[in-house]
């Protein structure tokens, strides 16, 4: 079939599993056949079995999804976070398929192939957009870095050693100080992420907030907090301690000098995340994490 030209898709996988090479092959050939380009980063697809149809493209910038209506990822929770590095900086809604472990930012799982492709192909997905959080490193009143996160910022210790001694502050209030590990400065998406190893709450994607969840503090008060969406978060690195880290989702990393101070606010550019069916996070939680259920009944009808 002649490809329609107006409809072309992205597609980014993790070449590094088998299961992803596979997975890429079935849904390459999938939107093919009904006439919709593909298109994939060039370093992958010396991995890939593609057809030649399969338009190839060399730098991985926002450009390269100029004219692609979706961006579809194949991996695990890596993965699907280097896409929505992507999909931030296109505009273009994601599609994540999960190959890994728990993989909540995906929308379908490996056996859903086929019908990821159909749902494609007849247009029946809807776009939902995620909140980010942008962050910004101070150093003496000047600003050193600048980043984003999908999920979470993290400020961490840089070795095993000795504790991160800091202080924390809200809407330009000072909360508290103790001696962690960490802190970690989360969106609702992130709530099952990081924050959710390290003790927080999980949130419901819907909610607007801001989450505050310190990593082993050695302190009597150390509780989450669940703060505004519009709350400006800091945490502040106290000067006389060896040098700190800071972690974006994981993937982007930056050293946090002594006195350096970390903020955090709502992100000025949302992730766009395409769904394919209604589920509740709810039943989704309850999937993820192998919840037991058994014996529940139900509201009375």
């Not at 029946?124 to 979470?152: K, Q």
Request: with cysteine; glycine share 10%; net charge negative.
């Amino acid at each position: 079939m002649t490809q329609n030209l107006a409809r072309t898709v992205f597609l980014l996988a993790h070449t590094g599993r088998p299961a992803a090479i596979r997975s890429a092959e079935l849904v390459v050939k999938g939107l093919l056949r009904h006439g919709i380009g593909v298109r994939v980063l060039e370093e992958e697809a010396r991995d890939l079995p593609l057809p030649d149809e399969v338009r190839l493209v060399k730098e991985a910038t926002p450009q390269c999804l100029d004219g692609c209506e979706l961006l579809i990822v194949l991996g695990g929770d890596g993965t699907l976070l280097r896409g929505a590095e992507f999909a931030r900086a296109s505009g273009v809604p994601m599609l994540g398929v999960n190959l890994g472990r728990v993989g909540f930012l995906a929308e379908a799982e490996r056996d859903d192939l086929d019908r990821v492709v159909d749902r494609v192909v007849a247009r029946s997905y809807e776009v939902e957009e995620r909140m980010t959080v942008d962050v910004v490193v101070h150093r003496n009143g000047d600003i050193v870095h600048t980043d984003w996160a999908l999920n979470e910022a993290a400020v961490q210790k840089a070795g095993a050693e000795k504790l991160l001694e800091v202080v924390l502050e809200i809407d330009g209030r000072p909360v508290t100080g103790f001696g962690c590990d960490g802190v970690v400065l989360s969106t609702p998406t992130g709530s099952t992420a990081y924050a959710f190893s390290a003790g927080g709450p999980v949130v419901w994607p819907e909610v607007e907030a801001l989450l505050m969840v310190p990593i082993s503090a050695h302190a009597l008060f150390a509780k989450p907090l669940v703060t505004s969406p519009d709350s400006v978060l800091a945490v502040e690195v106290l000067p006389h301690i060896p040098p700190g880290v800071l972690w974006c989702d994981g993937r982007r990393t930056v050293e946090l000098p002594p006195g350096a101070r970390v903020e955090v606010r709502r992100g000025a550019v949302p992730v766009r995340l395409a769904r394919l069916h209604h589920s509740s996070f709810t039943d989704r939680l309850v999937a993820k994490f192998a919840l037991p259920t058994t014996g529940w009944r139900g509201a009375p009808h």
